[in-house]
């Protein structure tokens, strides 16, 4: 018998939900990854330090980090609709000020716009894929996989627009993002969604405080967003600063890097409800800290590629695969998500000052050297959520022995 997919459950409303997340995700990529391929171009032009950058970038994981608290608490009380439209407005204005001005201050301001839309799309996604496909490993790996599908689009709308329109196409590339974050806001508008959060006793709790499983899942996502945020937003400017190969071929290795995780995530989505979840953190945590250690031990810059993929691929159902995790704790309560986007929001804000101040006082490789730091840490929260399935799954064994 053939299983019946997440998908073939839904009727017809919750389909159109579903392909309108996907839709907004995949601008979602786009525009969450492109600030790496725009670093070292704004950086050339605006004539910034590696700390500026690096504040930059972790500017925009700020805005990530405040839309995941604001993402979880407006909806609460002003209708969920919109409130995500208003804070999918911020991208407009963010990329819009990064476009007429190279003033530090206002920059930093873009980049927080940024992430604020950003985090806010994610928290919303995430939560809607995961009510409407009750928690399904697959569905949720899919939703990336779109974002992967943006992602891996984000270098080449860069060099398509350089191409044609010189120095000044990387803002040709922020204006072409500003029109499908606009049409992402129409689509939202077109949405059919409860437009009241349900008031009851756990609406407003914080009760998951206390469950041990919140704060291994909240490890594993603050070690990973810091480990993500990093190799994204700094991988093109230390490949070109080292002077392993040129700009553009740097550019084609960040798009390979979500080449790579579209097809690890749409693997996720495939057999991700046929694995343990554990399993799956442990495969995936791994295979990161083998690719990285690999690419940062090499000058070979076929190595280098092959490293890069390997990254992406491992990467690919880390973060999908933690939240379906605690998908459970999400649904009962509404502020679980928002806290837990917080707590790993941070590590991708200090991940990336730290990369660009140790990039500024001992080069791009001690910089970049850090990254391992954070992986060291994945590895051992995954390791302990394994246990705590185990132990979980003995327990679960053992009360079913006892009601026979």
């Known amino acids: 018998m053939v299983k019946e997919t997440?998908?073939?459950?839904?009727?017809?409303?919750?389909?159109?939900?579903?392909?309108?997340?996907?839709?907004?995700?995949?601008?979602?990529?786009?525009?969450a990854m492109i600030l790496g391929s725009f670093l070292p171009l704004i950086s050339d032009e605006y004539g910034l330090s590696d700390t500026m950058s690096g504040t930059l970038l972790s500017a925009h994981s700020l805005g990530n980090l405040a839309a995941g608290f604001l993402a979880g608490i407006i909806p609460v009380y002003l209708d969920r609709k919109k409130a995500?439209?208003?804070?999918?407005?911020?991208?407009?204005?963010?990329?819009?000020?990064?476009?007429?001005?190279?003033?530090?201050?206002?920059?930093?301001?873009?980049?927080?716009?940024?992430?604020?839309?950003?985090?806010?799309?994610?928290?919303?996604?995430?939560?809607?894929?995961?009510?409407?496909?009750d928690s399904s490993p697959a569905a949720l790996s899919f939703l990336h996989s779109i974002f992967a599908v943006g992602a891996l689009s984000a270098p080449f709308l860069v060099?398509?627009?350089?191409?044609?329109?010189?120095?000044?196409?990387?803002?040709?590339?922020?204006?072409?993002?500003?029109?499908?974050?606009?049409?992402?806001?129409?689509?939202?508008?077109?949405?059919?969604?409860d437009d009241k959060t349900v008031k009851n006793a756990k609406v407003t709790s914080y009760a998951f405080l206390k469950l041990k499983s919140f704060w291994t899942g909240a490890g594993i996502l603050f070690f990973?967003?810091?480990?993500?945020?990093?190799?994204?937003?700094?991988?093109?400017?230390?490949?070109?600063?080292?002077?392993?190969?040129?700009?553009?071929?740097?550019?084609v290795l960040a798009s390979l890097l979500w080449v790579a995780m579209l097809a690890g995530r749409l693997l996720c989505a495939y057999?991700?409800?046929?694995?343990?979840?554990?399993?799956?953190?442990?495969?995936?945590?791994?295979?990161t800290a083998i690719f990285y250690l690999l690419l940062l031990s090499t000058t070979n810059v076929r190595l280098i590629t092959f490293a890069i993929f390997g990254v992406g691929f491992s990467m690919a159902g880390i973060y999908p695969t933690i939240i379906a995790a605690v998908g459970?704790?999400?649904?009962?309560?509404?502020?679980?998500?928002?806290?837990?986007?917080?707590?790993?929001?941070?590590?991708?804000?200090?991940?990336?000052?730290?990369?660009?101040?140790?990039?500024?006082?001992?080069?791009?490789?001690?910089?970049?050297?850090?990254?391992?730091?954070?992986?060291?840490?994945?590895?051992?929260?995954?390791g302990h959520y394994i246990l705590e399935e185990k132990k979980s799954g003995k327990r679960a064994a053992e009360g079913m022995e006892n009601s026979i």
């Not at 985090?119 to 919303?124: A, C, K, L, V, Y």
């Not at 010189?166 to 939202?188: P, Q, R």
């Not at 057999?271 to 295979?287: A, E």
Request: overall charge positive; hydrophobic content about 55%.
């Open 84 to 133: 995500i439209i208003f804070l999918c407005s911020f991208v407009v204005v963010g990329f819009s000020i990064m476009m007429i001005s190279g003033n530090p201050v206002l920059l930093i301001l873009a980049f927080l716009f940024t992430g604020i839309s950003r985090g806010s799309i994610s928290n919303f996604n995430n939560s809607v894929v995961n009510e409407v496909s």
């Open 159 to 193: 060099i398509i627009s350089s191409r044609l329109f010189g120095e000044t196409g990387w803002k040709v590339a922020a204006g072409v993002i500003v029109a499908l974050a606009l049409l992402s806001m129409i689509l939202f508008s077109k949405m059919k969604i």
């Open 328 to 382: 459970k704790t999400v649904r009962t309560y509404p502020m679980a998500l928002g806290t837990l986007l917080v707590i790993g929001g941070l590590g991708a804000i200090i991940m990336p000052m730290v990369t660009g101040a140790l990039s500024d006082a001992f080069g791009i490789l001690a910089g970049m050297s850090a990254v391992i730091v954070a992986i060291v840490f994945l590895l051992g929260f995954a």
């Open 271 to 287: 057999y991700g409800d046929f694995f343990k979840k554990g399993t799956l953190l442990l495969l995936t945590c791994s295979g």
């Open 224 to 251: 990973y967003l810091a480990a993500e945020a990093c190799i994204n937003g700094w991988m093109v400017k230390y490949f070109v600063d080292s002077n392993l190969m040129t700009t553009e071929y740097a550019q």
């Open 6 to 31: 997440f998908y073939s459950k839904l009727d017809k409303q919750e389909r159109y939900i579903l392909l309108c997340c996907f839709f907004v995700f995949a601008v979602n990529g786009l525009y």
